[in-house]
């Protein structure tokens, strides 16, 4: 690890006045910068900041600090009640003690964990602009399918940022100059194109202070994970569901997926193929058509196609049964 300077903030004003890169649990940043991925000059500590709350919203929402640990998040009681798909993808991501350290902020910030990116000794357009992607042509078995590019194919790995999608949020950040920005999740995310370093939309020195959720939407709510192995594993697949039936008919649905994508993945064509539709075989087959219909495989991970649409049939089912 290279030598940095360190400070501590004691306000979100003098965190992103301090010019330097943010610090709370740490547990990606620090894995980072160990392998000399990341090496930045100045880490400011922002653990201590009064970020740490979950308040409920005049409309019914909750706005969530973002130094609210995961494992306090996917606990509190409004969330088990409200957004229970919130809750089950918190408590399908890493470990216990993970969980326990790892922040709101952060975990929407996680880098991916593409072979390739970790490995210093290899081509990755994402760690070293411009020298290449040796994923395409390599072990890609955990790697994208929708939203590549020439560029990269690597996966975003966060779990919660998969049901903050499904869920419409709302991320809330503070910049040097005062100027609060409200940016919704479904802007949030870049695809790679050409330039797979810039992952999302925030500036350098820009804080994310706290995350809005809506009030808790109708319907029922389901989160499920398909991985390699039963804990601490990423996702292959990943669906975050939430659907409504009114009069034997799907009055709504939102449907996130994570490991099929460069970003947590929502497209509104595979609920348009829903919406107004009775459940049903063909119905849940149209939408499955729609998430696949630019699906690319490379190899390695072409099983994830026929996996995906598995996934999502069976979830569509469990989630307008009965």
């Not at 290279?2 to 940043?29: H, M, Q, W």
């Not at 389901?222 to 390699?228: A, E, G, H, P």
């Not at 996130?256 to 497209?267: C, Q, T, V």
């Not at 696949?292 to 598995?310: E, H, M, Q, V, W």
């Amino acid at each position: 690890m290279k030598t940095f300077e360190y400070a501590k903030a004691d306000s979100p004003e003098a965190a992103v006045a301090a010019g330097g890169r943010f610090i709370a649990g740490g547990t990606n940043l620090l894995d980072l910068m160990k392998l000399q991925i990341e090496t930045p000059e100045k880490l400011v500590d922002i653990s201590r900041l009064d970020l740490a709350e979950i308040e409920e919203r005049p409309d019914g929402g909750l706005t969530i600090g973002a130094l609210v640990p995961n494992s306090d998040l996917a606990a509190d009681a409004r969330v088990i009640k409200g957004y229970p798909v919130l809750s089950r993808a918190l408590l399908a991501g890493a470990s216990g003690q993970l969980r326990n350290k790892a922040s709101t902020g952060g975990n929407l910030l996680q880098r991916t964990r593409c072979y390739y990116f970790y490995d210093t000794a290899m081509p990755c357009n994402k760690r070293a602009p411009g020298s290449g992607c040796a994923a395409q042509g390599g072990f890609n078995r955990i790697l994208a399918v929708l939203g590549t590019s020439e560029a990269c194919i690597a996966t975003h790995p966060s779990d919660m940022a998969v049901a903050m999608r499904a869920l419409d949020a709302v991320i809330v950040t503070l910049k040097p100059d005062g100027d609060r920005r409200r940016i919704s999740i479904h802007d949030f995310y870049r695809l790679p194109g050409d330039s797979p370093q810039i992952e999302t939309m925030l500036h350098t020195d820009e804080l994310i202070t706290h995350v809005e959720l809506p009030p808790p939407p109708g319907g029922r709510q389901l989160y499920r994970k398909v991985r390699d192995r039963a804990s601490y594993a990423f996702a292959l697949v990943s669906v975050a569901g939430i659907v409504s039936v009114e009069d034997g008919k799907i009055a709504s649905a939102a449907l996130a997926f994570g490991g099929l994508a460069p970003m947590p993945w929502r497209d509104p064509a595979v609920e348009a193929a829903l919406v107004g539709q009775a459940p049903s075989t063909e119905a849940f087959e149209a939408a499955a058509d729609a998430l696949l219909a630019d699906a690319k495989g490379y190899g390695s991970n072409d099983f994830k196609i026929p996996l995906t649409r598995r996934v999502l049939i069976a979830c569509l089912r469990d989630l307008t049964e009965g």
